[in-house]
């Protein structure tokens, strides 16, 4: 079946520290794959997508490449900000589907300190 | 992209009484999901509401627990029925289907406590 795994937080930085958010997964196929944060008291943003092998989906300093061969989508900013301080999600949808619903990590929480 | 606003934002309940959160999306969308996010936990998909037809639950969550309406296709509301203190989580309602892309959008949750 359908899975994401997620390295467990929580994770603590400090500002300008380098980030890293392993994201791996199981599917069939191609799925598509996201990164989602949730901010302290608020829903779920979209961070970044990638549709395809190889894509590489990017936001606000974040980014993550799209790995068939080793089946991952990890999460990296190169440098930390406090207001970089939430929960990450990293999920999937099976391609082609057509129920576009998703599956979700556990979520890692990060907390960046001044 | 989809606004998408859910009221209420917050409650507090008695043990055995009902709540019905409601989800507004800012434009038609084709699919609508309901989550619950338990304390420190991830997204659990409790159904998918599809306008005409009805609610697909996931397992471990019935419609006498759960009802859920998808009357237009801008709208969907979720009921938590007969509530215990092990319903109290954060409920999350999203929409698909926009433009064709695979993309869920996400409300802000209705935070829920039961006491």
């Known amino acids: 079946g359908n899975s994401v795994t997620q390295m467990e937080g929580p994770v603590t930085l400090s500002e300008e520290a380098f980030l890293t958010i392993n994201c791996t997964y199981t599917?069939?196929?191609?799925?598509?794959l996201f990164w989602y944060v949730q901010y302290p008291g608020e829903g779920l943003q979209l961070l970044l997508k990638?549709?395809?092998?190889?894509d590489k989906g990017s936001n606000k300093g974040f980014e993550a490449t799209y790995r068939k061969e080793t089946t991952s989508f990890h999460l990296e900013k190169g440098s930390v900000q406090v207001s970089d301080s939430a929960v990450y999600f990293c999920?999937?949808?099976?391609?082609?589907?057509?129920?576009?619903?998703?599956?979700f990590g556990t979520g890692t929480r990060l907390k960046v300190l001044a | 992209s989809a606004v998408i606003s859910q009221k209420p934002s917050r409650d507090i309940c008695q043990r055995g009484t009902s709540l019905t959160i409601q989800c507004q999306v800012d434009?038609?969308?084709?699919?609508m999901f309901w989550y619950r996010q338990q304390p420190g936990q991830s997204l659990t998909l409790i159904a998918t509401?599809?306008?005409?037809?009805?609610?697909?639950?996931e397992s471990g969550f019935v419609i006498d627990k759960f009802p859920i309406s998808r009357p237009n296709l801008t709208f969907s509301t979720l009921t938590v029925s007969n509530m215990s203190p092990e319903d109290s989580s954060i409920y999350l309602c999203?929409?698909?289907?926009?433009?064709?892309?695979?993309?869920?959008?996400f409300g802000p949750g209705t935070r829920l406590t039961v006491l």
């Open positions: 999920a999937l949808t099976p391609l082609g589907s057509g129920t576009y619903k998703y599956i």
């Open positions: 599917a069939t196929g191609y799925p598509s």
């Open positions: 990638a549709t395809k092998a190889d």
């Open positions: 434009s038609q969308v084709t699919m």
């Open positions: 509401a599809n306008q005409g037809s009805e609610a697909t639950y």
């Open positions: 999203s929409s698909a289907g926009t433009s064709g892309t695979d993309e869920q959008f």
